[in-house]
């Protein structure tokens, strides 16, 4: 069995970076579907048990200059709900930060002497021949080179004895390459044969590129870090404490401590602290930061509670039925992160771009640097060289590591914060495909709550034929069973538990109740069980044409009474199909009901198309037989039955008032049940794919245009770092304007 694992990878800084630490885990034996992740700066990969040795894939990451923390626990096991992920010091931030000072506090002077020095007020304040200038510049360069910049050469030197090259390895040819040319023409101007010649060193090149490459990275982190902003937001709705009745009397305790079984009470204003059934008291709740609906939602004895919303008024008793990461909470945390950590199918072709990018453009300067010593008029080393170094830093693959992953962990966030949770990176991008979607009826476009409206008998009193079918459909699972069971509940009818109970799969039950047979059903099991049905057909058609589900109901052979069961539409349905509608998104709705009762349900939300009289095993064909007419098919549905429908459409969206199964079996998962919420999901797809794009756009052309500046002498490589550096914050910044993105 595979085990996945999911760890935090530090020192990776572009593209590149992320296809090598991809390939050195992949070459282990039993390691499978390895993913990592620029933005959130994790692995994630999947293995046998009984093969891996975590140790030793720690080792071979540490070999190329990057560090696998092995030391935090493995989040597929962790707590989601920890706030120790963003409590802990950043000591990479830290030294970041503290290399950035100290480097450009040297560096300002070094810029300053190096371009004053042309200018004759300056050179007649300051004391120093061009000679002694050069090797002040040195002694001030040098420490800027390998104390804030040794993180640099330290990846470089790794990645040089394993014959590979990424991001670190271009800042390090570049600026060493500068650093040392100038190094040696100040020591040693005899070996170069330049002594008393008015030669250009490259000192403040070299150190306002690090400098820049620094600041760059210090700006890049913190933009990232706001791209988590949502899971930050969510781990914050969990209180500190919890107040539950201990032996009697009300206990203030750690959240940490409370156990499943607890009581807890909640006052007006307090946040819930985990899910619960409500036991005494009723008040409305705040669910917005879990579901998105804004408005409260009125709760009394009986009812769910989630943990993380708020109490508006009223004080509530509850019982506790789940914590920390089993709770609806701790799920939403675990679908996010799951998704930010994965990758979308256009990521796949980025990795591609990335693996051979450095290589490419290590030749390309290569080139550059011949074509300038070699073939211009004047065989200049020096222009050679500068333009060498400005190919190599323009060039560095930063934005395009963090083009896709950004964008995705930003929509992903905006969608947990509208109640659309996507479970991958994969999912994310297709929605934005969808060409039809398909609906399943009950509980997704209904309330899936029937109600009895009415019920007409033949030849026996109401209450008699009402406890015969209500214990009858007291072994029965079906939505309408339980508006049967509640009708007779309202009653005050005892029930009987049936004998021989049969259930006939989209036709009805049967079994023997107080000696009697009773069959509940459709007409089509009303007449295959040879039941006489003319004393109640003309009323059955009339109810049927209404557009209501009719019941028969046969007591020892006889017809002896129709029930009329109605499942209001959500209020939403019919707004949410017209959205779609109005996207160029054909609709579908399929059902078991009869053609009447189906076209009737159609024709109120403005479905134009359906499938009526469908049996639970027809609806995977059904979304087959759209996929075979090329159409991208997004399925909506919230049972038992709908999971293989879910599975089998390209996007399974799951209402999150469902089953266990269908949720889990679904790529999306709508937490109110809102249908309004489909829709949302295909806006977020649009505007999370449209930010990728435009991401990509500009990092590739960003290479494409600047690239051959450098290479023909018209980019200074200062301006080519500062450039290099703030391409990576454009990207980062702009996807986070998605978290402002409104998606009804």
């Not at 070459?27 to 975590?54: C, H, M, P, Q």
């Not at 500190?240 to 006052?267: M, P, W």
């Not at 005494?280 to 989630?306: A, L, N, R, Y």
């Not at 080139?367 to 170094?389: E, K, M, Q, Y």
Request: charged fraction near 20%; hydrophobic fraction near 45%; glycine fraction near 6%.
């Amino acid at each position: 069995m595979l085990k996945k694992f999911d760890f935090p990878v530090e020192g990776m800084t572009c593209a590149s970076c992320v296809t090598r630490v991809e390939k050195i885990i992949k070459k282990f034996d039993g390691v499978k579907y390895v993913s990592v992740n620029l933005a959130t700066e994790r692995v994630n990969f999947e293995a046998e048990n009984d093969k891996i040795n975590l140790p030793e894939i720690s080792e071979a990451v540490k070999e190329y200059g990057y560090e696998l923390k092995l030391d935090e626990k493995e989040k597929i096991s962790g707590d989601f709900l920890s706030e120790n992920k963003f409590e802990k010091s950043d000591d990479f931030y830290k030294s970041l930060k503290s290399e950035f000072i100290f480097a450009i506090i040297i560096t300002i002077p070094i810029f300053l002497v190096s371009m004053l020095m042309d200018y004759q007020f300056f050179q007649s304040i300051w004391e120093f021949n061009q000679d002694e200038t050069r090797k002040i510049l040195l002694v001030l360069t040098t420490p800027v080179i390998f104390i804030s910049g040794k993180r640099f050469f330290k990846v470089f030197w790794k990645n040089l004895k394993h014959f590979s090259a990424e991001m670190n390895s271009l800042i390090a040819i570049g600026t060493g390459a500068a650093y040392s040319y100038s190094t040696l023409v100040t020591l040693f101007p005899n070996f170069l044969n330049i002594e008393g010649k008015d030669v250009h060193v490259y000192f403040e090149t070299a150190a306002v590129i690090i400098t820049l490459i620094l600041m760059g990275r210090l700006l890049e982190h913190k933009a990232k870090n706001k791209t988590t902003y949502a899971i930050k937001k969510l781990i914050e709705l969990k209180p500190k404490t919890a107040n539950i009745i201990h032996f009697g009397n009300e206990k203030v305790i750690n959240i940490s401590e409370l156990k499943r079984g607890d009581i807890v009470v909640i006052k007006p204003g307090e946040k819930i602290p985990a899910d619960g059934e409500i036991i005494s008291g009723s008040s409305s709740i705040d669910e917005s930061m879990v579901t998105g609906e804004s408005i409260p939602v009125e709760k009394t004895v009986g009812e769910k509670i989630i943990g993380g919303t708020i109490n508006k008024n009223g004080t509530l008793n509850f019982k506790v039925t789940q914590i920390g990461d089993n709770s609806v909470l701790g799920q939403i945390i675990r679908l996010v992160e799951q998704a930010q950590a994965s990758k979308p199918p256009i990521q796949k072709l980025v990795d591609k771009i990335a693996g051979i990018f450095v290589p490419i453009v290590i030749l390309l300067a290569i080139i550059t640097f011949i074509g300038w010593f070699i073939f211009t008029s004047d065989h200049s080393f020096n222009n050679a060289l500068i333009n060498f170094v400005a190919v190599l830093i323009i060039a560095c693959p930063c934005a395009l590591g963090l083009a896709t992953p950004t964008a995705i962990i930003v929509g992903t966030g905006l969608g947990a914060s509208n109640g659309v949770l996507i479970r991958n990176g994969e999912s994310l991008e297709l929605a934005n495909k969808i060409s039809t979607i398909i609906f399943d009826k009950t509980g997704t476009l209904t309330e899936g709550k029937p109600v009895v409206s009415d019920l007409i008998t033949f030849g026996i009193e109401q209450n008699e034929i009402l406890k015969l079918a209500a214990s009858l459909e007291s072994k029965s699972e079906h939505p309408l069973a339980k508006a049967i069971i509640d009708k007779a509940k309202n009653a005050n009818i005892e029930l009987n538990g049936p004998d021989n109970f049969k259930n006939y799969s989209g036709f009805g039950v049967a079994g023997t109740i107080d000696n009697k047979n009773v069959i509940i059903g459709n007409m089509n099991l009303m007449k295959e069980s040879s039941i006489n049905v003319e004393n109640g057909q003309a009323i059955y058609n009339q109810k049927v044409n209404d557009g209501k589900t009719v019941v028969c109901i046969a007591i020892e052979g006889e017809l002896k009474g129709l029930m009329s069961i109605e499942d209001n539409l959500k209020a939403d349905s019919a707004d949410a199909v017209k959205k779609l509608n109005e996207m160029k998104i054909k609709t579908v709705m399929i059902t078991g009901d009869n053609k009447k009762i189906a076209e009737q349900i159609a024709n109120k939300v403005g479905i134009k198309e359906f499938k009526a009289e469908v049996l639970p095993d027809e609806k995977t064909e059904i979304v087959k037989q759209y996929q075979m007419n090329k159409e991208i098919v997004g399925m909506v549905g919230d049972g038992i039955n709908d999971a293989p429908a879910l599975a089998q459409a390209d996007v399974g969206i799951a209402i999150g008032t469902g089953t266990d199964v269908a949720i889990e079996t679904a790529q999306i998962t709508l937490v109110k049940g809102s249908l309004n919420g489909v829709v949302k999901a295909i806006n977020l797809s649009h505007k999370t794919l449209k930010t990728i794009k435009q991401n990509l756009f500009w990092a590739f052309i960003y290479n494409t245009v600047l690239i051959p500046l450098a290479a023909f002498g018209m980019l200074d490589p200062m301006f080519a770092a500062l450039a290099m550096s703030l391409s990576s914050v454009s990207v980062v910044t702009n996807s986070l304007r998605l978290r402002k993105a409104q998606l009804d």
